[in-house]
């Protein structure tokens, strides 16, 4: 007869340690994807927050809840004064500096595409010639004077982030449109601010900044009258128009 019970003897321990090794290998993927979360939301808010001061949002990154500032800048006050705001936002644990102190250049407009103006009261129709414009946005949407992305919209900006990273010589401009309901100081300042947050989430996702321009239109684009609420619906959107191929 077969004693059974020195054959199963060994299982036990190879037990314990497969499920020693499942558990540990979930804990992991949970810090990871808290990391991921936690490096995101200091970056767009860190950002946003330069942005507002008037610096541009390319200078900085995220690690965890350190950041580091890198790039150029005109001046050593311009330089402490990013320093300052960026480690004041909520939630930075530290900031490193590594800014360039350099004379400021006249930005390379060579092979830009110029964005076609539209006169007062005229309908916009936007561009739809290249695939990266023919992108479903819609889900992108925003709540009533805010300037946070959702799970929807930071699912439909993925397709977004596959495109640019698969075309790196493409330049895009992320615009942000509003209605006519409020005035038109304040509907620039939330369609810049939500223009500003997409383009920083595509950063966060690893596309060039140089990819990418943040433009906030006010209501001076509207595809339908504002005179419904079916129309003020479709002016209230987020675009990308390709500047450079």
Known sequence: MVDTTQAQQPIAPMLAVMVTLSVATLTLVA?????????????????QALVQAGFSADNVQFSGRDGVLTG??????????MLAISRD??????????????AATVPDTNNVLETPAIASGELYTPSKQHEIEQI????????YAK??????????????????????DL??????????QSTALGNMAVTQARADVVRNYLLSQGVNATQVKAQGYGSARPLASNDTEEG?????RIEITVFRE
Do not use: M, W
């Open 147 to 168: 300037a946070e992305l959702d799970e929807a919209a930071l699912q439909t900006l993925q397709e977004v982030v596959a495109h640019l990273r698969k075309n790196p």
């Open 232 to 236: 003020r619906a479709q002016n209230r």
């Open 171 to 180: 330049t895009v401009e992320v615009s942000a449109h509003t209605d006519s």
């Open 31 to 47: 810090v990871l994807s808290q990391q991921t979360k936690i490096e995101t939301d200091l970056l767009q808010r860190t950002r």
């Open 72 to 81: 150029t800048v005109s001046s050593d006050a311009e330089a402490d004064r």
């Open 136 to 143: 479903d946005l819609s889900a992108i949407q925003f709540a």
């Open 89 to 102: 936002v909520y939630g930075v644990r530290d900031v490193n500096k590594q800014l360039l102190i350099t």
